[in-house]
C-alpha cells in the first residue's frame, strides 16, 4: 500500500527550529508542517498588522524558512504552515525573499486567505460563547478569525505550491490538506477524513507525542529531551499511520506518549469537530511497532456540522502585577503580611480593578483553595513569593498595583526582596460559530 | 495510594474549559479507573476551581478516561489572573486523588508503556 510521510516542524510560535531541520534532513518526508498560531497569537498580529500592513506574521517566520528551505528544495519537501497569522499574502512574499536570496529561484509560494471574518462579523448579533454578541463588543473587538478547513491547502498543493502559508486554519487540517492531496480522498469520505484528522491532531504539537511534556523521572523517564527528536508519520491510503522519529533523536514514541497527545484538548473523543469532518477517536487503538514507532489505527468520522469555529479577538483591559520574595524562619507569615498589606494599600488609595488575586507562589498560587490549608502537618515553606495581580480598565490604573507591591522594599515587612512588576495589555478571545458558507477562502500566489 | 501509581495525566484547555486525560499505566488497571475516578469524586477533588459542570468520557480501547472540567480556568487563559493560567497543573492535581490500594501489587516502579 502506498504510503506517505508527513513531518511536524513545529507545535507553536517559540518552539525550537534544530529539530525541523533534523527532520528535512534525515526524515524521508514528503511534508514538513509548520503550526505556529495558538488562540491569541492570531488577535496579536491583527494588531500588528495595523501597525504595519507589511506585518502581522510570525516573527520567526524567516529564520525557520532560512533553516529548512535548503534541505526542503534539495528533496523536493513541500512545506505547509500557518506562520501567515494575520497576514499570510505578506508572509508569503517574505519567504520568496528568503527563497530568493538562498538563490532558490523560481519557489512558487501560495497564501491561503479569507480566514479573516472580523469586518463581516462587526455589529452583528453573531452570539459568543461566554454569553454577549459581538455587536456587543463595539470598539472592543479587535479581530475575527473562522477555523477554515484543509480543502485550500489541497488546492494549493494540486495547483503547483512547494509553499502553502496560512492564516487561521483549524491544525490538523494543515497535515490534512496534504493527504487529500496525495491520496485524493473523496470529500465524504468520513471515514479517512476522520483517520487524517487524527494524524494531524498527533503531529500537530510536534514534540508533545515524542516524549516532550511527558517526562516524571521515577515514573516516566525520557531521554535526551535537549535534543528532542520532533514526530514524522508514515500515512497508508486507508489512513492508519505509524508515529515515530528520526533515529538518533531524543525523546521516545511508546503508546503511552501516544495516548497523552491523543487526548490532548479533545473534548468528546467521539465527537472531535473540525471544519472538514466530525472525527471520531473513541475506537483508536494504538500499538507499539518497535523502538520509537506507533501504530494507530481505528480512527473514523461523521459527516461536519457546517459550521466554522471563529476565533474572536477584543480589548479586555490591562494587567498590573508585582512580585515580592520572602525566605527563612516566618517567611510563609511575612509573605501572608504582605499580601494584606497590598490588599488595604488598594483600597486606601481607592484602585480601581475588574478583579484582583493575591496569591503565595509555593503555598497556593496554583492548586488556590484546593491547596488545602497548611494545617495538614505539611513543613513550612522556607521561601515564598507574594503575587499580587490585576486587571484595571487603563494602564495607570494597572502600574499602580506594581508600585504597591514594590513600597513593600521599605514599608512592609523585614527581608523582603527580589521585586518584579509589570503593566500588559490584555487580548481576551471568545469564540461563535458561523456558517461555513460565510468564509471564502482564496489562494495567492507569489514566486521567486 | 494515590492516582499517580495507576495512570499519567496531561490537560489542555480551551476557552473556560480544561481538559485532562487519566490514562492507566498498565491498561489490566483500567476498570479500577473507571470505577474509583468518577465525577462525583473528581468534582470534590478540584471544588476550589470549579464553577461549571464535570464530564467523562470513557475510552476502554485505549485505557483511559478523558475529563472536560467547565469553568474552570477563571474565565479563561487570556484573561485568568491565575499565574499557570493553562491550567496546566490540574493534571498533577487530578494525580493527587487517593484511590483503594486494594487491587493487586504496588504499581511502584512500573514503567507507563500502556
Same mark, same amino acid.
Request: hydrophobic share 40%; net charge negative.
Given at each position: 500500500?502506498?504510503?506517505?510521510r508527513?513531518?511536524a516542524g513545529s507545535g507553536f510560535?517559540?518552539?525550537?527550529?534544530?529539530?525541523?531541520?533534523?527532520?528535512?534532513?534525515?526524515g524521508?518526508?514528503r511534508?514538513?508542517?509548520?503550526?505556529?498560531l495558538?488562540?491569541?497569537?492570531?488577535?496579536?498580529?491583527?494588531?500588528?498588522?495595523?501597525?504595519?500592513?507589511?506585518?502581522?506574521?510570525?516573527?520567526?517566520?524567516?529564520a525557520r524558512?532560512?533553516?529548512?528551505?535548503? +534541505?526542503?528544495?534539495r528533496?523536493?519537501?513541500?512545506i505547509?504552515?500557518?506562520m501567515g497569522?494575520?497576514?499570510?499574502?505578506?508572509?508569503?512574499?517574505r519567504?520568496?525573499?528568503v527563497?530568493?536570496?538562498?538563490?532558490?529561484?523560481g519557489?512558487?509560494?501560495a497564501?491561503?486567505?479569507?480566514?479573516?471574518?472580523?469586518?463581516?462579523?462587526r455589529g452583528?448579533?453573531?452570539a459568543?460563547d461566554?454569553?454577549? $454578541?459581538v455587536?456587543?463588543?463595539?470598539?472592543r473587538?479587535?479581530?475575527a478569525?473562522a477555523?477554515?478547513?484543509?480543502?485550500?491547502?489541497q488546492?494549493?498543493?494540486?495547483?503547483?505550491a512547494?509553499?502553502?502559508?496560512?492564516?487561521?486554519?483549524?491544525?490538523p487540517?494543515l497535515?490534512?490538506?496534504?493527504?487529500?492531496?496525495?491520496?485524493?480522498?473523496?470529500?465524504?469520505?468520513?471515514?479517512r477524513?476522520?483517520?487524517?484528522?487524527?494524524?494531524?491532531?498527533?503531529l500537530?504539537c510536534?514534540?508533545?507525542?515524542?516524549?516532550?511534556?511527558?517526562?516524571?523521572?521515577?515514573?516516566?523517564?525520557?531521554p535526551?529531551?535537549?535534543?528532542?527528536?520532533?514526530?514524522?508519520?508514515?500515512?497508508?491510503?486507508?489512513? $492508519?499511520a505509524?508515529?515515530?522519529?528520526?533515529?538518533?533523536?531524543?525523546?521516545?514514541?511508546?503508546?503511552?506518549?501516544v495516548?497523552?497527545?491523543?487526548?490532548?484538548?479533545?473534548h468528546?473523543? +467521539?465527537?472531535?469537530?473540525?471544519?472538514?469532518?466530525a472525527?471520531d477517536?473513541?475506537?483508536v487503538?494504538v500499538?507499539?511497532?518497535?523502538?520509537?514507532?506507533?501504530?494507530?489505527?481505528?480512527?473514523?468520522?461523521?459527516?461536519?456540522?457546517?459550521?466554522l469555529?471563529?476565533?474572536?479577538?477584543?480589548h479586555?483591559g490591562?494587567?498590573?502585577?508585582?512580585?515580592i520574595s520572602?525566605?527563612?524562619?516566618?517567611?510563609?507569615?511575612?509573605?501572608?503580611?504582605?499580601?494584606?498589606i497590598?490588599?488595604?494599600?488598594?483600597?486606601?488609595?481607592?484602585?480601581?480593578a475588574?478583579?484582583?488575586?493575591?496569591?503565595?507562589?509555593?503555598?497556593d498560587?496554583?492548586?488556590g483553595?484546593?491547596?488545602?490549608?497548611?494545617?495538614d502537618?505539611?513543613?513550612a515553606?522556607?521561601?515564598?513569593r507574594?503575587?499580587?495581580?490585576?486587571?484595571?480598565?487603563?494602564?495607570?490604573?494597572a502600574?499602580?498595583?506594581?508600585?504597591?507591591v514594590?513600597?513593600?522594599?521599605?514599608?512592609?515587612?523585614?527581608?523582603?526582596?527580589?521585586?518584579?512588576?509589570?503593566?500588559r495589555?490584555?487580548?481576551?478571545?471568545?469564540?461563535?460559530?458561523?456558517?461555513e458558507?460565510?468564509?471564502?477562502?482564496?489562494?495567492?500566489?507569489?514566486? +521567486? | 495510594?494515590? &492516582?499517580?501509581?495507576l495512570?499519567?495525566?496531561?490537560a489542555?484547555?480551551?476557552?473556560?474549559i480544561?481538559?485532562?486525560s487519566?490514562?492507566a499505566?498498565?491498561p489490566?488497571d483500567?476498570?479500577?479507573?473507571?470505577?474509583?475516578?468518577t465525577?462525583?469524586?473528581?468534582?470534590?477533588?478540584?471544588?476550589?476551581?470549579?464553577?461549571?459542570?464535570?464530564?467523562?468520557y470513557?475510552?476502554?480501547? &485505549?485505557?483511559a478516561?478523558?475529563f472536560? &472540567?467547565e469553568?474552570?480556568?477563571?474565565?479563561?487563559?487570556?484573561?485568568?489572573?491565575?499565574?499557570d493560567?493553562?491550567?496546566?497543573?490540574?493534571?498533577?492535581r487530578?494525580?493527587?486523588l487517593?484511590?483503594?490500594?486494594?487491587?493487586g501489587?504496588?504499581?511502584d516502579?512500573?514503567?507507563?508503556?500502556?
Open positions: 500500500m502506498r504510503t506517505l508527513i513531518g510560535a517559540g518552539d525550537r527550529i534544530e529539530p525541523a531541520v533534523e527532520l528535512a534532513e534525515h524521508g518526508l511534508y514538513l508542517v509548520f503550526e505556529c495558538a488562540e491569541r497569537t492570531i488577535a496579536l498580529a491583527q494588531l500588528a498588522k495595523r501597525r504595519d500592513p507589511e506585518g502581522g506574521y510570525d516573527s520567526l517566520l524567516a524558512m532560512r533553516a529548512v528551505l535548503p +534541505a526542503c528544495r528533496q523536493g519537501i513541500r505547509v504552515t500557518n497569522a494575520a497576514n499570510p499574502v505578506a508572509a508569503a512574499r519567504v520568496a525573499e527563497a530568493r536570496n538562498l538563490g532558490l529561484q519557489l512558487r509560494v497564501a491561503v486567505t479569507g480566514d479573516d471574518v472580523t469586518d463581516r462579523l452583528t448579533d453573531a459568543l461566554e454569553g454577549g $454578541t455587536a456587543a463588543l463595539g470598539n473587538l479587535v479581530s478569525n477555523y477554515i478547513g484543509a480543502r485550500p491547502i488546492e494549493a498543493l494540486a495547483a503547483g512547494e509553499v502553502v502559508v496560512t492564516g487561521r486554519v483549524a491544525d487540517a497535515f490534512l490538506g496534504p493527504l487529500l492531496h496525495e491520496f485524493g480522498w473523496a470529500e465524504d469520505d468520513w471515514t477524513l476522520g483517520r487524517g484528522t487524527l494524524v494531524g491532531h498527533l500537530e510536534a514534540g508533545q507525542v515524542t516524549g516532550g511534556y511527558f517526562a516524571d523521572p521515577g515514573r516516566k523517564e525520557v535526551d529531551l535537549a535534543r528532542l527528536g520532533f514526530p514524522l508519520a508514515e500515512v497508508s491510503e486507508d489512513g $492508519t505509524t508515529i515515530t522519529k528520526v533515529p538518533g533523536s531524543g525523546g521516545r514514541v511508546t503508546p503511552a506518549t495516548k497523552e497527545q491523543l487526548l490532548y484538548e479533545v468528546d473523543p +467521539a465527537r472531535y469537530l473540525q471544519p472538514d469532518v472525527a477517536f473513541s475506537g487503538r500499538e507499539a511497532l518497535g523502538e520509537d514507532a506507533v501504530r494507530v489505527s481505528g480512527g473514523d468520522g461523521a459527516p461536519r456540522t457546517g459550521s469555529k471563529v476565533s474572536v479577538g477584543c479586555e490591562w494587567f498590573g502585577e508585582g512580585q520572602y525566605a527563612g524562619p516566618g517567611a510563609l507569615a511575612r509573605g501572608r503580611l504582605a499580601l494584606e497590598v490588599r488595604e494599600r488598594l483600597r486606601l488609595i481607592g484602585h480601581e475588574e478583579e484582583l488575586r493575591f496569591d503565595l507562589i509555593g503555598v498560587s496554583i492548586l483553595p484546593d491547596a488545602g490549608s497548611g494545617a502537618g505539611a513543613p515553606p522556607r521561601e515564598v507574594a503575587r499580587v495581580i490585576g486587571r484595571c480598565h487603563s494602564p495607570e490604573e502600574e499602580r498595583i506594581g508600585h504597591e514594590d513600597s513593600l522594599y521599605l514599608n512592609g515587612p523585614a527581608s523582603g526582596g527580589g521585586v518584579v512588576k509589570s503593566v495589555e490584555v487580548i481576551g478571545i471568545r469564540s461563535c460559530l458561523i456558517p458558507a460565510d468564509a471564502r477562502p482564496g489562494l495567492t500566489w507569489v514566486e +521567486a | 495510594m494515590i &492516582l499517580r501509581d495512570a499519567h495525566a496531561r489542555g484547555d480551551k476557552g473556560d480544561s481538559c485532562i487519566v490514562i499505566r498498565d489490566a483500567y476498570p479500577r479507573l473507571e470505577r474509583e475516578v465525577v462525583e469524586r473528581v468534582r470534590a477533588h478540584f471544588a476550589g476551581h470549579l464553577r461549571g459542570a464535570v464530564r467523562r470513557a475510552l476502554p480501547g &485505549l485505557g478516561l478523558n472536560v &472540567l469553568g474552570a480556568l477563571g474565565g479563561g487563559v487570556t484573561r485568568s489572573l491565575a499565574l493560567a493553562h491550567g496546566k497543573c490540574l493534571a498533577s487530578m494525580l493527587e487517593p484511590v483503594s490500594g486494594d487491587d501489587a504496588a504499581a516502579g512500573r514503567l507507563g508503556e500502556g
